[in-house]
């Protein structure tokens, strides 16, 4: 669960900062491009669902001092976490670069390259960079936002893999017998 909460919050922070940077220039699409932030915040969902379901596996020892939890048990549970969590830490980190870059892009795309900040939003703006006109810029940056949310969804399924290979390995079980 720490690896996927340090996944989790480390794409949170590197969207979060393309967010706030893109915000500066063009603050329309702020909305608009918090998916990455949401797509980052989900992966420690999954290494919480993981911890939850290992733990109900583990059973305390009898009164005798005998326990029925197994070494191989604790291999299983041990690798389910492991790869739960480490499919969460990379792809955090893949989802902070991928919504740090491609928000920024998004911004600069549909706001034709001009600052909002630089040149007041009246919205009149017709010239852009290179000329286009608003709603060609708008169409370009939808277009770019479309192939950012394809490679979002791709670095979320890494962690999603990662999750359903956890609870296939926690299913495995040998229960320790004749100690009692």
């Known amino acids: 669960m720490i690896l996927a ?6 794409g949170t922070w ?3 900062l393309g967010v706030c940077k893109m915000g500066i220039d063009y603050p329309k699409g702020v909305i608009k491009n918090i998916v990455p932030i949401v797509m980052a915040g989900v992966l420690g969902i999954y290494g919480l669902i993981v911890a939850v ?5 583990i059973r305390p020892p009898s009164s005798g001092g005998y326990t029925t939890y197994s070494m191989y048990n604790g291999y299983a549970h041990m690798a389910a976490g492991l790869c739960c969590g480490i499919s ?6 893949t989802i902070g670069v991928i919504g740090d870059a491609g928000v920024q892009a998004f911004g600069l795309k549909a706001s034709g390259g001009k600052r909002a ?4 939003s009246d919205g009149d703006g017709d010239v852009g960079m290179g000329g286009n006109s608003e709603a060609a810029n708008a169409e370009a940056a939808n277009k770019l936002y479309v192939g950012l949310l394809i490679m979002l969804i791709f670095s979320e399924a890494l ?11 926690s299913q495995h079980t040998y229960v320790c017998e004749g100690n009692e």
């Open 53 to 57: 379901i290992l733990t109900q596996a």
């Open 14 to 16: 590197k969207a979060g």
């Open 5 to 10: 909460n340090f996944g989790s919050a480390w």
């Open 159 to 169: 962690a999603l893999y990662g999750l359903i290979v956890a609870l296939i390995l």
């Open 117 to 120: 900040w630089a040149e007041g």
């Open 88 to 93: 969460c830490l990379a792809a955090g980190g």
